[in-house]
């Protein structure tokens, strides 16, 4: 008996992308869980074989998943967890955080498209479409990957052309809060060394936070996506050229977050990082109206919070086969990314003030790998050069009365980042069933910055065209005159040696033994008043098993692992007049992490297919302070928190996912595999200042129901889907900006719907 769906369900594996591609005939003969491949390594290795902690899942286990981006990844990823502002994903690792992505500010793990990074955080927050697999590496990956993979890197994979046949496939779905989403591809052999592939992807839909002011609802989707590749190949030669546009409109849920929620205050009602009494009023002066703070997914909004994200990349991906030993790789890639958010100055429903949040990015990224493949001795060798040229701009342009409180805020500030890195690591084969690993890497980065300051008035006091008395007719970035601020601009240079040493031991073909030491860095940067702040490092240390047992029927991969993170940054809020406040980064300390992480994936007969993952983690600052927001700590007036021995953002104790599959056999009318995913998390901070009980998210559950029907021939699929059964309101990130306004973000809500699928 063959089972199609079986092999669907072995995909669906939570933190285990298994038997994606396993024939059927190989499932009748013994249903065991093939071997997936992955370029951890920047070389095709067996999963089971990298001594590394990877999360890998194909098309087939992100699509059961319930994976079309990066918000629901940590959902089968033990040790991450996702929270976001506007498009910035911020992603947390293993007790690391990316609390802090505007400015000249990065990701702690490295986004990488098809073997390209992405500088900037909201890049991560793309649709994924025509996927052929994503890889999620935990620990710092210095050696291979260099800057901006401090706490691990996120690997996105797309299909590229087969010259096998012509193949094709649409899909659509549609969901709660009238989100409507269609992905196709088609690919066309053009001859037997050569192919194109388009693929697509839309979505559409209503604001999912309801704004009771005069702006329209929050969180609404217009984005339009594709990509055009081509594959050329001959005996010794591969070459794939891509070429992808992106396009997200719609109105926004937020640029520092989507919304408030009480201050922590004293029983004087004053404002206190250890308050023990709350306060859901809107702080800003002159709002009105009800500003629903502290009601999950409801606003009160004057402002149409528009959302404008457009990226252009263009990608050549060549390989050469020098010998069956050697062989080498270019990658050579351009991206423009433009990104443009307005906002509700006052959160509340009175008219006249509004932020605007710019960022463009052009990005020139070139590496070049020479791998070697001998019997004895692996070795991985190359080099890297980029240019980015960041600019990014904050601004504001409030006429609300009482008129003195005028203002027309704008600062932006130009950077232009060479980065330049020389890497090796080798493998060595002491013996048949130990292996040595070692890896060494120079980065060194140029940061030249300019910074800028605007006014809505030419130099005699007078309005710009556009500017006017009610706002503005367009944005301050095209408006506004500029001025360079020569004291605020400046040139940093940061530089820093990343290393890894391994050993590999085969207990037997089924268990592998592994440990490994490797450090890495995050970026330093500048701030926009030309302050530097220094590069962050992590030292880890990781010993793990992966593991096979019942004739490939259980696998079970456990990692324990202890991180050392220093020179941490944090945010600081600086007055700079007129009722304005800026954020400054700032170095702050250090965390300590300890931790376990175990997947397991058993296929007890031909039906069934159970999986689970886990992760503890002992996780608190050292040595780190971060600046008051609010006017009192513990009644006293102070700028300073002391935090050391405190839990950092999102870092839960633990963390539990659990997934089981069944495969009903429905004769000529196919078959049908209702699937259920459960997801625990302890409770967790959600802003780097921990003392105030607003920011804390407590535990919660997460339950995700699916029924999957197939057709007998496998190319058309039905499902239907509840995910958040419980409607769960997960706090994504706290911060604390002007007024002492605490303000957050939550999680997805509650979500149901359909989908189907048609391939030929």
Same mark, same amino acid.
């Not at 040595?436 to 120079?442: C, F, N, Q, S, W």
């Not at 971060?626 to 927001?629: E, H, R, S, Y």
């Not at 196919?670 to 997801?679: N, T």
């Given at each position: 008996?063959?089972?199609?769906?079986r092999?669907?369900?072995?995909?669906?594996?939570?933190?285990?992308?298994?038997a994606?591609?396993?024939?059927?005939?190989?499932?009748?003969?013994?249903?065991?869980?093939e071997e997936?491949?992955?370029?951890?390594q920047?070389?095709?290795?067996?999963?089971?074989?990298?001594?590394?902690?990877?999360t890998?899942?194909d098309?087939?286990?992100?699509?059961?998943?319930g994976?079309?981006?990066?918000t629901r990844?940590?959902?089968?990823?033990?040790?991450?967890?996702y929270?976001?502002?506007?498009?910035?994903?911020?992603?947390a690792?293993?007790?690391a955080?990316s609390?802090n992505?505007?400015?000249d500010?990065?990701?702690?793990?490295?986004?990488?498209?098809?073997?390209?990074?992405?500088?900037?955080?909201s890049?991560?927050?793309?649709?994924y479409?025509?996927?052929?697999?994503?890889?999620?590496?935990?620990?710092?990956?210095?050696?291979?990957?260099?800057?901006?993979?401090?706490?691990?890197a996120?690997?996105?994979?797309?299909?590229?052309?087969?010259?096998?046949a012509?193949?094709g496939?649409i899909?659509?779905?549609?969901?709660?809060?009238?989100?409507?989403t269609?992905?196709?591809?088609?690919?066309?052999?053009?001859?037997e060394d050569?192919?194109?592939?388009?693929a697509?992807?839309?979505?559409d839909s209503d604001g999912?936070?309801e704004?009771?002011?005069?702006?329209?609802?929050?969180?609404?989707?217009e984005?339009?996506?594709?990509?055009?590749?081509?594959?050329?190949?001959t005996?010794?030669?591969?070459?794939?050229?891509?070429?992808?546009?992106?396009s997200?409109?719609?109105?926004?849920?937020?640029?520092?977050?989507a919304?408030?929620?009480?201050?922590p205050?004293n029983?004087?009602?004053?404002t206190d990082a250890?308050?023990?009494?709350t306060?859901?009023?809107?702080?800003?002066?002159?709002?009105?109206?009800?500003?629903?703070?502290?009601?999950?997914?409801?606003?009160?909004?004057?402002?149409?919070?528009?959302?404008d994200n457009?990226e252009q990349?263009?990608?050549?991906?060549l390989?050469?086969?020098?010998t069956?030993?050697?062989?080498?790789?270019?990658?050579?890639?351009?991206?423009?990314?433009?990104?443009?958010?307005?906002?509700?100055?006052?959160?509340?429903?009175?008219?006249?003030?509004?932020f605007y949040?710019?960022?463009?990015?052009e990005s020139?990224?070139?590496?070049l790998?020479?791998?070697?493949e001998?019997?004895?001795?692996?070795?991985?060798?190359g080099?890297?050069?980029?240019?980015?040229?960041?600019?990014?701009?904050?601004?504001q342009?409030?006429?609300s009365?009482?008129?003195?409180s005028?203002?027309?805020?704008?600062?932006?500030?130009?950077?232009?980042?060479?980065?330049?890195?020389?890497?090796?690591?080798?493998?060595?084969?002491?013996?048949?069933?130990?292996r040595?690993?070692?890896?060494?890497?120079?980065n060194?980065?140029?940061?030249?910055?300019?910074?800028?300051?605007?006014?809505?008035t030419?130099?005699?006091?007078n309005?710009?065209?556009?500017?006017?008395?009610?706002?503005?007719?367009?944005?301050?970035?095209?408006?506004?005159?500029y001025?360079?601020?020569?004291e605020?601009?400046?040139?940093?240079?940061? *530089?820093?040696?990343?290393?890894?040493? &391994?050993?590999?031991?085969?207990? $037997? #073909?089924?268990?592998? @033994?592994? =440990?490994?030491w490797?450090?890495?860095?995050?970026?330093?940067?500048?701030?926009?008043?030309?302050?530097?702040?220094e590069?962050?490092?992590?030292?880890?240390?990781?010993?793990?098993?992966k593991?096979?047992?019942f004739d490939?029927?259980?696998?079970?991969?456990?990692?324990?692992?202890y991180?050392?993170?220093?020179?941490l940054?944090?945010?600081?809020?600086?007055?700079?007049g007129?009722?304005?406040?800026?954020?400054r980064?700032?170095?702050?300390?250090?965390?300590?992490?300890?931790?376990?992480e175990?997947?397991?994936?058993?296929?007890?007969? *031909?039906?069934?297919?159970?999986?689970? &993952?886990?992760?503890?983690?002992? $996780? #608190?600052?050292?040595? @780190?302070g =971060?600046?008051?927001?609010f006017?009192?700590?513990?009644?006293?007036?102070?700028?300073?928190?002391d935090?050391?021995?405190?839990?950092?953002?999102?870092?839960p104790?633990i963390?539990?996912?659990l997934?089981?599959?069944?495969?009903?056999?429905?004769?000529d009318m196919?078959?049908?595999?209702?699937?259920?995913?459960?997801?625990y998390?302890d409770?967790y901070?959600t802003?780097?200042?921990?003392?105030?009980s607003?920011?804390?998210?407590d535990?919660?559950?997460?339950?995700?129901?699916?029924?999957?029907?197939?057709?007998?021939?496998q190319?058309?699929?039905?499902?239907?889907?509840?995910e958040?059964?419980?409607?769960?309101?997960?706090?994504?990130?706290?911060?604390?900006?002007?007024?002492d306004?605490v303000?957050?973000s939550?999680?997805?809500?509650?979500?149901y719907?359909?989908?189907?699928?048609?391939?030929?």
């Open positions: 008996m063959t089972t199609p769906v092999k669907i369900l072995a995909t669906q594996i939570g933190a285990l992308a298994l994606g591609t396993l024939p059927n005939s190989a499932l009748a003969q013994g249903f065991a869980l997936v491949i992955v370029t951890a920047k070389r095709e290795q067996n999963l089971q074989d990298v001594g590394v902690s990877v890998a899942l098309q087939r286990a992100m699509q059961r998943a994976i079309t981006d990066i990844l940590e959902l089968v990823t033990p040790g991450m967890s929270g976001f502002i506007g498009s910035d994903a911020k992603v690792m293993r007790g955080n609390n992505t505007f400015g500010n990065s990701s702690i793990a490295g986004f990488f498209l098809d073997g390209v990074y992405r500088p900037r955080a890049q991560q927050s793309q649709a479409f025509d996927v052929e697999r994503v890889e999620v590496l935990k620990g710092p990956q210095g050696t291979l990957y260099g800057r901006n993979t401090f706490a691990g996120i690997n996105l994979y797309t299909n590229k052309p087969d010259t096998e012509l193949s496939g899909q659509a779905s549609a969901e709660r809060f009238s989100r409507y269609t992905e196709g591809f088609i690919n066309v052999p053009i001859n050569a192919a194109v592939r388009l697509f992807n839309t979505r999912y936070i704004n009771d002011g005069q702006g329209e609802d929050l969180g609404q989707d984005a339009r996506n594709f990509r055009l590749s081509g594959l050329w190949r005996d010794t030669l591969e070459a794939v050229l891509r070429y992808s546009n992106v997200q409109e719609g109105i926004a849920d937020g640029i520092f977050s919304e408030g929620i009480c201050q205050v029983e004087d009602g004053i250890f308050g023990r009494f306060n859901c009023e809107n702080p800003y002066p002159n709002n009105s109206g009800d500003s629903r703070f502290n009601e999950p997914w409801e606003a009160n909004s004057d402002v149409d919070a528009e959302r457009q990349n263009v990608t050549l991906d390989k050469a086969d020098f069956d030993r050697i062989s080498a790789r270019f990658i050579t890639s351009w991206t423009d990314w433009d990104s443009e958010f307005d906002w509700d100055g006052d959160w509340s429903n009175t008219p006249g003030y509004v949040w710019d960022e463009e990015t020139v990224t070139n590496e790998q020479f791998l070697y001998g019997d004895a001795f692996k070795a991985t060798l080099g890297y050069y980029s240019v980015d040229d960041i600019d990014f701009g904050f601004s342009y409030r006429v009365p009482p008129q003195e005028f203002s027309d805020f704008a600062d932006y500030q130009e950077i232009e980042t060479t980065t330049t890195g020389i890497f090796f690591q080798g493998e060595y084969s002491v013996t048949d069933y130990v040595l690993i070692a890896g060494i890497r120079y060194e980065e140029d940061k030249d910055t300019e910074t800028f300051s605007g006014f809505s030419d130099e005699d006091g309005p710009l065209p556009g500017v006017n008395p009610d706002g503005l007719d367009g944005r301050p970035r095209d408006i506004y005159r001025e360079l601020r020569p605020r601009s400046a040139v940093q240079n940061f *530089d820093d040696t990343t290393y890894r040493l &391994g050993v590999e031991w085969d207990m $037997n #073909e089924d268990v592998m @033994f592994y =440990a490994n490797s450090t890495g860095f995050l970026s330093g940067g500048v701030n926009a008043d030309g302050s530097a702040f590069q962050q490092e992590s030292e880890a240390y990781e010993a793990g098993m593991s096979r047992f490939d029927t259980l696998q079970a991969n456990v990692a324990i692992y991180n050392e993170y220093t020179d940054t944090t945010q600081e809020l600086v007055d700079v007129n009722g304005t406040f800026q954020t980064t700032v170095n702050g300390g250090e965390i300590e992490t300890l931790g376990l175990a997947d397991i994936t058993w296929i007890p007969d *031909d039906q069934w297919i159970i999986t689970a &993952g886990l992760s503890l983690m002992d $996780n #608190e600052f050292g040595d @780190f =971060a600046a008051n927001p006017v009192l700590a513990n009644g006293v007036e102070t700028n300073f928190l935090l050391e021995g405190d839990t950092p953002p999102w870092a104790e963390t539990l996912s997934s089981v599959g069944y495969d009903i056999d429905l004769g196919g078959r049908v595999a209702p699937f259920v995913q459960f997801y998390s409770e901070n802003d780097d200042v921990v003392t105030y607003t920011q804390e998210q535990s919660y559950t997460k339950t995700d129901i699916r029924v999957i029907w197939t057709s007998p021939n190319n058309i699929e039905a499902e239907a889907f509840i958040n059964i419980e409607d769960e309101d997960v706090l994504a990130r706290t911060n604390v900006g002007g007024f306004l303000q957050t939550y999680l997805y809500p509650q979500n719907g359909a989908r189907f699928r048609y391939n030929f």
